[in-house]
């Protein structure tokens, strides 16, 4: 199992802030979760609670080795259980929040089941937090959806939140208590507004379901809408990079940066690379409308002058990071 | 029983919207729904159906006689009761929203149960909402705390909302909602930043706590805070007559408007005017430090240009207001 956070830096920024605490990862089985678990765990913290519904095909895999050492303690729970976060978190004052419902398409069709996990299961979170003097939540938000359709491109993060998806809404609504809860009770607040995150242990995402059609069917590739949707894809290990960066300085408040790639890269673009590393000759075939699906983004791009400003740079090209990602699905 | 929307106008500029349909008001026992509920009855509607859980010592005085004529329909119901609300609205397209947990105090008090009213409640109605056509949301939200601290005042609907309460962050969460139900299910929706308003039927806010207090010991005033904190007060015949305007425009998809003043006035100034209003000579005795309560935005003031470029304009002097208001307490 690639650990992308060790390759990148055995000893994190953030170390000097993380060693010997408490910290929990929700979502910590999941895609990007686990990478976190692998960056805190280079940090010689205390203990890792990791917590995780085991939904979406999500399993212990990834942290496996550290349940083993006794690093991990692993709890199967739903971030809508408020009574089991108030317990698990009770003592421990830093929390990586990146349980989610993850889709677009099924937080349009179940608003009310959506809003439950991504508000709600945010709000259980804040809640059981407040307990702590100075408390740190890193929450993972989506610049790629809380914007909605911006008229200024890229869009800084003093741009007006107005989402087209209820996926959009509930991260944007659960920043709002992010905000207050940092003003009221002296909570540290860093929201990572994420572009399109990709990279090895993704099991979502136009990527890879790109790839997955193509093994089933190499001639010919069906691509949602007219395959001119943009937006920033960021590989996973430059995410570490931000997110190992943010938690170093220790910034006070309430703190919302985009996390995202300089430029946007079209649905379309992203096939031929697809394509082309697997030496195919597949047709393209758009299903057609300028969205892949209701509550779409057309096109979104992060400004990431905030994050830069702080010396953070993306290192991976995106051609760089498919081929990376596109090996590992086919390991 | 004063009826300002009478008062106002006799015949609505929404009334061609409105007429023959059925039309609910949430809180409409309350301060500002009373009113809107006097407003609709001028539109000729099928029926209204007022929703308020008589919370906060409301009673039906405002709308007995309508009860009485049958024009409204009275349930007394919860919001955050998810199964009342789909049965109430299931025919019912139009919904002006205006129940809420009422306080900031109690909001940062009081978290998560102000989170389930105020933001599980608003989601509980737009779902009821989602069985219809192309409905209309006319909700109160609260220009002076969503914006939080903001460096540019007076601060205009682009700017982006960094609440320091939970009441602020409660109405921008579901301002999200409002955002991208519009986008999604073909809603109209209005949010109605409110400043601070105030008049006739008011039981809660700065004029009403100072006239009780003057009552109570005339020699002296306790003004929270030092007094410097301001506010756009906004009379609520004002907001009334931007309502009308707002909801006669058949405005579609979401639209964020401030509903204040042209100028904020400081809690100072108002009690200047109340003494005087009142011939009493109190001293002003000043608690200290420069908020009134934990989450008090120091100077709220919302630029009103989009509002008044539809032909507003808030026709009631601050004075002139406070005079009426603190006259219908006296009666």
Known sequence: MTNLAKQINDSPLMRSYIEGKRVAITGGCGFIGSH?????????????IVIDDLSAGTTLIFIEPYIESGLVEFHQKDIRDKVAM????????????LAAQPSVPFSVNNPYEDFMINVVGTQNILEALRVHENPLLVFAASGGTIYGE??????????????????????????????????????????????????????HGVMYDFYH????????????????????????????NAVDLLVSKELNGFNAYNVASRRSTSVNEIADIIIDFLSLKSEKAFTGGNRGWKGDVIHAEGDIQKLVSLGWE????????????????QS
Do not use: W
């Not at 976190?36 to 890792?48: F, G, H, Q, S, T």
């Not at 108030?86 to 929040?97: D, K, N």
């Open 36 to 48: 976190i678990v692998d960056l805190v765990a280079l940090c010689n913290p205390e203990k890792i």
């Open 86 to 97: 108030a317990q698990l978190l009770a003592s421990t004052p830093v929390v990586f929040h």
């Open 150 to 203: 911006a008229e200024i491109i890229p869009t800084d993060e003093k741009y007006k939140l107005e989402p087209i998806s209820n996926y959009g809404a509930a991260k944007a609504a659960s920043e709002m208590y992010l905000s207050s809860y940092s003003s009221l009770y002296n909570f540290r607040t860093i929201s990572l507004r994420l572009g399109n995150i990709y990279g090895p242990r993704s099991s």
């Open 213 to 240: 059609k193509l093994m089933k069917t190499p001639e010919s590739l069906e691509i949602l809408g007219d395959g001119q949707q943009k937006k920033s894809y960021l590989y996973i290990a430059d995410v570490l």
């Open 314 to 329: 993306a290192k991976t090209t995106i051609s760089e990071g498919i081929k990376v990602y596109i090996a590992s699905l």
